[in-house]
């Protein structure tokens, strides 16, 4: 009896992955003539977030700052609780299931830098991993994938202070 090509992989999903903070995946682009209108209009997808070179962007602080670039996003931050890495680059690639044409496009016609970045915040030993169906379907969406590794210690994690 021959085993499913998951049954032989190192590592299963773990949804509560002992060893990361959080993680998310977001395709980022950065178009050189098109706005962020244009490129959901090509999509058909809604970004989770976007912005125009010159649109006036509230800060923290209250101030006011002028975007700088002009970059649409989307991400799954907000849409998957995983602290698997895998999950959230699944839920982006479905998210895109409707999009390839509008990619091509995106990649054949306008000046565009494009990329999946996903976000690996750790306090442990080990890391994300992706499996073959996953890379398969980036690879198929001309579409690299980067890491942004933060690493801390258990004593570091983000808790809110208190002033005294």
């Not at 032989?8 to 098109?34: F, M, N, V, W």
């Not at 907000?78 to 998210?95: C, G, M, Q, T």
Request: charged share 20%.
């Amino acid at each position: 009896m021959k085993n499913s090509p998951i049954a032989s992989r190192l590592t299963a999903i773990d949804h509560e992955c002992g060893t990361c903070d959080r993680t998310c995946a977001k395709l980022l682009i950065y178009p050189a003539q098109l706005d962020h209108e244009a490129i959901t209009a090509i999509l058909a997808v809604k970004p989770t977030y976007a912005q125009n070179k010159g649109d006036e962007i509230p800060t923290r602080r209250g101030t006011i700052r002028m975007a700088r670039t002009t970059y649409w996003c989307l991400s799954s931050d907000l849409f998957v609780a995983s602290k698997d890495v895998r999950p959230h680059i699944e839920w982006l690639l479905d998210a895109l299931s409707n999009s390839t044409q509008g990619l091509q496009t995106l990649q054949d016609h306008h000046e565009v830098v494009m990329g999946v970045e996903c976000e690996w915040w750790s306090y442990g030993l080990g890391g994300p991993a992706l499996w073959p169906e996953q890379l398969r379907r980036l690879a198929d969406l001309n579409l690299e994938c980067g890491f942004s590794l933060q690493f801390h210690s258990e004593d570091d994690i983000f808790l809110p202070t208190t002033s005294k």
